[in-house]
């Protein structure tokens, strides 16, 4: 399936011309990429469908309360490099993670494929990047 906005020429010129070039230096230890994304999850459960004999009802608490992940993965190790917070993730946690990447000390150059959340190409985000 592809998005509504997705153009499939462009993903797949995407795929041959910057994804697959580096995870192949990355394949030959030339280099490290990693692929970025954040995950939300509710603090409260979330019954779907249940059979069951008799009607129960399970009371579930109010609110929206989230414990949020922001993971880079490592394309060839798997290594996953996080930053979490119980608030909502921002360009600061998009920092954070950055300056946990560069703590790595790595020894080879770096990409990072982020997704196109806001926070995550902000004018702040791009200053910190750089200054890395």
Known sequence: MIPAKA???KQAD????EIEPRLAEAKA???AVYFVDAA???LAPFIGF???LTR???QAPAGRQRFNVLGAMNAITQELVTV???TCMTAESVCA???KMHNLKLGTPLTLFLDNARYQHCALVIEKAASL
């Open 14 to 17: 995407y795929l041959k011309n």
């Open 7 to 9: 153009d499939p020429q």
């Open 29 to 31: 230890g030339n280099r």
């Open 50 to 52: 249940l059979w069951s």
């Open 56 to 58: 129960i009802f399970t």
């Open 97 to 99: 993670l950055l300056d």
């Open 84 to 86: 979490t917070n119980d």
């Open 40 to 42: 939300h999850f509710v």
